[in-house]
T-cell receptor, first 112, second 116 residues
């Protein structure tokens, strides 16, 4: 079953703009991870945030986690055409260490 | 470090035929996962191995899907007979066994299966 749902399903922006994707989940988590998938490189791990963390940064990526609302957001700043891909959140449920439950994904299109 | 290898990359078969996918995990990774990703959806775990033992196969349709990891390294996923709804990308991932509460999985490029 899908634990996470992403919003929006699709997003189109111009290069240089910021892109924000949201993920909601249903059950208490150990951690939440974001992945990128494009046809060239498959599924790539971007960033992981633990349940006791509220915000993490990695380069142009910023992830927030609100466990009271059971939601997370991924912000990509100063987007590039190469950021065009599908982005998935995946949760690891509380009590688990490695079983990933993926959301439905957001398709991001960045126009040059 | 070499990544997770999968073959073939693409496969087209007719319904009721059988098909097999192969995965070679990252060297030293004891845990291996097979996922099914239907177009427009996120990956769904089919089966998880630790070494050559099955940890979780609760979402594997066992009437037609089977998987093995005989020597605790390479793994094969088989579908017999295939149905139209099996059209998907089949992803293999691997990870180290860790005492940490956080385990990172590394994914292969996937095999795109089309059943006609």
């Amino acid at each position: 079953s899908q634990q996470g749902e992403e919003d929006p399903q699709a997003l189109s922006i111009q290069e240089g703009e910021n892109a924000t994707m949201n993920c909601s989940y249903k059950t208490s988590i150990n951690n939440l991870q974001w992945y990128r998938q494009n046809s060239g490189r498959g599924l790539v791990h971007l960033i992981l945030i633990r349940s006791n963390e509220r915000e993490k940064h990695s380069g142009r990526l910023r992830v927030t986690l609100d466990t009271s609302k059971k939601s997370s957001s991924l912000l990509i700043t100063a987007s590039r055409a190469a950021d065009t891909a599908s982005y998935f959140c995946a949760t690891v449920l509380l009590g688990n260490t490695d079983k990933l439950i993926f959301g439905t994904g957001t398709r991001l299109q960045v126009f040059p | 470090e070499a990544g997770v290898a999968q073959s073939p990359r693409y496969k087209i078969i007719e319904k009721r035929q059988s098909v097999a996918f192969w995965c070679n995990p990252i060297s030293g990774h004891a845990t291996l996962y097979w996922y099914q990703q239907i177009l427009g959806q996120g990956p769904k775990l089919l089966i998880q191995f630790q070494n050559n033992g099955v940890v979780d196969d609760s979402q594997l349709p066992k009437d037609r899907f089977s998987a093995e990891r005989l020597k605790g390294v390479d793994s094969t996923l088989k579908i017999q007979p295939a149905k139209l709804e099996d059209s998907a990308v089949y992803l293999c991932a691997s990870s180290l066994v860790s005492t940490s509460t956080v385990v990172e999985q590394y994914f292969g490029p996937g095999t795109r299966l089309t059943v006609t």
